[in-house]
């Protein structure tokens, strides 16, 4: 496409620009810095369409604590009033707000939670494309009203799923959990068969039409040391892990395990899949982010909404002291929109589906047998 300007044809971009809702977290802790640090670079603004969902009051603090007196935004009321190739922010209050930096108290639950209510009430209709969500400590914002452990229950809620997949995302890793936010002694106890294999399907479905890996490779590792030393530890690699691996392959799903977890990341082997699944929280997330905390996401996977965050969380020892590293709040940023933008390549890809020829066919149940 090209414009006409006096006598000479310069072209126009076509390129869409996706809109990024951003919520604030806990105004106490890290997120606005983040947020900020994050989109002070102009060029962002060629890639996607920033709504930061809080208050101009909050930022112009923000702003002057950071020393960012070129970081430039427009005020809207609404999303109605979304520019594009500007950093937008939604005034989703107009309060003075005492913020007390490192502080984990009532207040920075309760705007976190404001922030988070108008971005998912924008996202569920559609006036923004994905959501990045910045931290919150869950003890504040859980006395203010907020009713679930985290923001991955939060969100499955909203989208009326019974839960969603949580996957910890790098460059060069995958790592997806089983259980969430549950204490360590009940995870045995919700650990089941049918869950596990679910969560497999899941996570080899989120790799496909999420990030474009054709046919995904899944490590599963065990719960007990050794994955059980075949029942010497105990007995939910045999009884439950094993059989939800093989479940999942008779379906087609290249899935491999249980694999002992302590020197998985150690070695070579987590080279070797293009996902891996761990049984709870610190088993997957230790090693994750001792390998990629910089630049790890949080991605909520298996909801119709796209929804990132930075793998970190509010920080509240550096908060206000300008050390807070925005890197992963600007992979989150991005990954969002890629994975939006995979999605919909996967939806048009699949809608006609070229039909499979009998060696195809042929070759696909071999593949079960792996």
């Not at 679930?148 to 799923?161: S, V």
């Not at 987590?270 to 891996?276: A, C, E």
């Not at 610190?282 to 790890?296: E, N, P, S, V, W």
């Not at 390549?345 to 792996?370: C, H, V, W």
Request: glycine residues 8%.
């Amino acid at each position: 496409m090209e414009r006409e300007q006096g006598t000479t044809k310069e072209p126009v971009s076509t390129k869409e620009l996706y809109k990024v809702g951003i919520t604030l977290g806990d105004l106490n802790g890290i997120g606005p810095e983040v947020a900020i640090k994050a989109l002070k670079d102009n060029r962002i603004l060629s890639d996607f369409t920033p709504v930061i969902y809080g208050s101009t009051k909050v930022i112009s603090h923000y702003k002057k604590l950071l020393d960012l007196q070129d970081f430039q935004y427009t005020s809207c009321k609404n999303a109605t009033e979304i520019h594009s190739k500007k950093i937008n922010i939604i005034q989703v209050w107009n309060d003075e707000v005492e913020i007390k930096m490192g502080e984990a108290n009532v207040t920075g639950g309760t705007y976190a939670f404001k922030s988070l209510e108008a971005a998912t009430q924008d996202l569920s209709e559609g006036k923004i494309d994905v959501l990045v969500t910045s931290p919150f400590s869950k003890d504040a914002i859980q006395k203010a009203g907020f009713q679930f452990p985290g923001h991955t229950e939060y969100l499955a809620d909203m989208a009326g799923e019974k839960e969603a997949l949580m996957i910890l995302v790098s460059p060069t890793l995958k790592v997806a959990l089983v259980t969430t936010h549950i204490p360590i002694k009940d995870v045995s106890a919700a650990l089941t068969k049918e869950g596990i294999a679910v969560k497999i399907e899941k996570f080899e479905q989120s790799l496909k039409k999420d990030f474009g890996i054709v046919k995904p490779r899944i490590a599963v590792f065990g719960l007990n040391p050794h994955a059980g030393e075949n029942g010497k530890l105990g007995a939910e690699e045999q009884e439950i892990i094993s059989p939800a691996i093989q479940q999942a392959k008779s379906k087609g799903v290249l899935a491999f395990g249980p694999f002992p977890a302590d020197g998985f990341f150690g070695s070579d082997m987590k080279n070797q899949f293009d996902g891996i699944l761990a049984m709870y929280h610190d088993q997957g997330l230790t090693a994750f982010k001792a390998l990629a905390f910089d630049d790890g996401v949080n991605f909520t996977a298996d909801l119709p909404i796209v929804r990132t965050s930075p793998d970190h969380g509010t920080a509240f020892d550096i908060a206000g002291k300008n050390l807070a590293s925005e890197q992963s709040m600007r992979s989150a940023m991005y990954l969002a929109v890629e994975i939006f933008k995979n999605r919909k390549l996967y939806k048009q890809m699949t809608a006609n589906p070229l039909p499979m020829s009998k060696d195809e066919r042929g070759k696909k149940e071999s593949d079960r047998l792996i």
